[in-house]
């Protein structure tokens, strides 16, 4: 990813956090007839190795499923994003100077997939990541409320991923190469049609 220093985001616990938030990624691997990628929920585990592990699953009719297995992939994450009109920018309106552009948040992982399909290592991953999607509500499903057996038939459907994190990289792209009123304008406009949270974004990376 090209990584301008004025949007790069280095701060593993920033990261971290953004990944739990976003919670899925694109798995971007080399299969059998070329490039192949999938979309899937993640579990992060900040704990494991230098820049955290993620597991995720597959299933095993997915042709990815087949090719995987110590595969360097890429993980992207991706976070806020929009438009940005140059009509934003107050140097515009006095210049005529001003262009479009296009603010996001990404994040990529790197590593090297292993699979497993351990019944229990399976469930443990279900667990883990059910919980913590589920946190956010008043009456968390979990896996124990599923009939007996009915997850453990459907843990035979897939294979498990993880990967250790090699490489991590975060970018930030929030109008930080603007000028103060520049960036300030392009907050003013994001609010006014109602995208607050990507004018909080904008408006915390410009501080």
Not at 13 to 42: F, N, Y
Not at 95 to 104: A, E, I, S
Request: glycine share 10%; aromatic share 8%.
């Amino acid at each position: 990813m090209y990584l301008p220093r004025k949007f790069r985001e280095e701060r593993k616990d920033v990261l971290h956090k953004t990944m739990r938030e976003i919670g899925a990624a694109i798995v971007v691997g080399q299969g059998a007839s070329g490039l192949s990628a999938s979309h899937v929920p993640i579990e992060l585990d900040s704990a494991a190795g230098p820049y955290g592990t993620i597991r995720c699953h597959l299933a095993k009719a997915n042709p990815q499923s087949e090719a995987i297995a110590d595969q360097d992939v890429l993980l992207i994450f991706q976070g806020p994003q929009g438009y940005v009109t140059p009509n934003w920018y107050p140097s515009k309106h006095q210049t005529g100077k001003g262009v479009p552009t296009w603010n996001y948040v990404a994040i990529h992982a790197h590593g090297t997939a292993t699979t497993f399909d351990d019944p229990a290592r399976l469930q443990a991953h279900l667990g883990a990541m059910t919980d913590h999607f589920e946190s956010a509500y008043q009456l968390p499903w979990k896996l124990e409320d599923a009939p007996d057996g009915y997850i453990e038939g459907m843990c035979q459907a897939i294979i498990g991923i993880e990967i250790e994190i090699s490489r991590l990289e975060g970018k930030w792209k929030l109008s930080q190469n603007r000028s103060e009123t520049g960036a300030a304008g392009v907050v003013n406009g994001l609010r006014a049609q109602g995208d607050t949270a990507m004018a909080d974004l904008v408006a915390l990376a410009n501080e």
